[in-house]
């Protein structure tokens, strides 16, 4: 009984709450997650995220939220007690004005899945740099070129290193500042923003760190927002 108020709550709160509609992107953290059917949740009806993968971001729905800022996931493929899709609930910070949400697989979850989002608008995510998204459970330190910045856990970091030279990077743990978990050369692209994942590693031969690199082209991303702007004006 408890479960059938609270689906019908939810639905009740969506529908008629003053809301605010956010473009809301996701991405898979792996093939496991993009194989998931999942519905983002606005007004009366659900919306089947289309297009989800671990390498790209999918292209932007427009979500209604209300004053808590929560956006609704529901996993179809999963289901309660009752036979009815489990709900994931994803709080979104009110400053942020284009979220991105990470999806990563979690056991716990009646859904199987937590959902992370980030700020994602070019505002404050500029072309050319990297955004470091720190998904370990502890601080990591972060050397770019000659920039030195802490990653606090489930924290993120912009990192502009400027120009197209080839840039030394690592990552160090507290404990041994001086003995590096992950160290390459990454060179930057003025027309080409890179979304960073650090998560603790799950293969003892790749190290201790595992290393997503999701980049996004300013010709995609333009590409991306003259077509949601033709969306809007047919709907009007």
């Given at each position: 009984?408890?479960?059938?108020?609270?689906k019908?709550?939810?639905?009740?709160?969506?529908?008629?709450?003053?809301?605010?509609?956010?473009?809301?992107?996701?991405?898979?953290?792996?093939?496991?997650?993009?194989?998931?059917?999942?519905?983002?949740?606005s007004?009366?009806?659900?919306?089947?995220?289309?297009?989800?993968?671990?390498?790209?971001?999918?292209?932007?729905?427009?979500?209604?939220?209300?004053?808590?800022?929560?956006?609704?996931?529901?996993?179809?493929?999963?289901?309660?007690?009752?036979?009815?899709?489990?709900?994931?609930?994803?709080?979104?910070?009110?400053n942020?004005?284009?979220?991105?949400?990470?999806?990563?697989?979690n056991?716990?979850?009646?859904?199987?899945?937590?959902?992370?989002?980030?700020?994602?608008?070019?505002?404050?995510f500029?072309?050319?740099?990297?955004?470091?998204?720190?998904?370990?459970?502890?601080?990591?330190?972060?050397?770019?070129?000659?920039?030195r910045?802490?990653?606090?856990?489930?924290?993120s970091?912009?990192?502009?290193?400027?120009?197209?030279?080839?840039?030394?990077?690592?990552?160090?743990?507290?404990?041994?500042?001086?003995?590096?978990?992950?160290?390459?050369?990454?060179?930057?692209?003025?027309?080409?923003?890179?979304?960073?994942?650090?998560?603790?590693?799950?293969?003892?031969?790749?190290?201790?760190?595992?290393?997503?690199?999701?980049?996004?082209?300013?010709?995609?991303?333009e590409?991306?927002?003259?077509?949601?702007?033709?969306?809007?004006?047919?709907?009007?």
């Amino acid at each position: 009984m408890k479960t059938v108020f609270l689906k019908y709550a939810i639905v009740l709160w969506v529908t008629i709450l003053p809301a605010m509609a956010l473009p809301v992107r996701f991405l898979a953290w792996d093939g496991n997650i993009s194989g998931r059917d999942l519905k983002v949740l606005s007004g009366e009806e659900g919306k089947k995220i289309e297009g989800l993968n671990q390498t790209r971001k999918t292209a932007p729905y427009r979500v209604a939220v209300g004053d808590d800022h929560i956006v609704y996931l529901q996993a179809a493929d999963r289901k309660d007690a009752e036979g009815k899709p489990v709900v994931l609930r994803i709080p979104i910070l009110p400053n942020v004005k284009e979220p991105l949400i990470l999806l990563l697989p979690n056991p716990n979850e009646p859904s199987g899945i937590t959902g992370i989002p980030f700020e994602d608008s070019s505002d404050g995510f500029k072309f050319g740099s990297f955004r470091m998204l720190n998904m370990t459970k502890g601080q990591l330190g972060c050397a770019f070129g000659k920039d030195r910045k802490v990653l606090k856990p489930r924290g993120s970091e912009d990192f502009a290193p400027g120009g197209t030279t080839p840039t030394p990077i690592a990552f160090v743990g507290p404990a041994r500042p001086k003995d590096p978990l992950f160290t390459s050369v990454w060179t930057p692209d003025p027309d080409i923003r890179n979304l960073v994942i650090i998560a603790p590693g799950t293969d003892p031969r790749l190290g201790p760190l595992a290393i997503k690199i999701v980049p996004e082209s300013r010709v995609d991303f333009e590409m991306q927002q003259s077509l949601n702007s033709d969306k809007e004006s047919n709907a009007n």
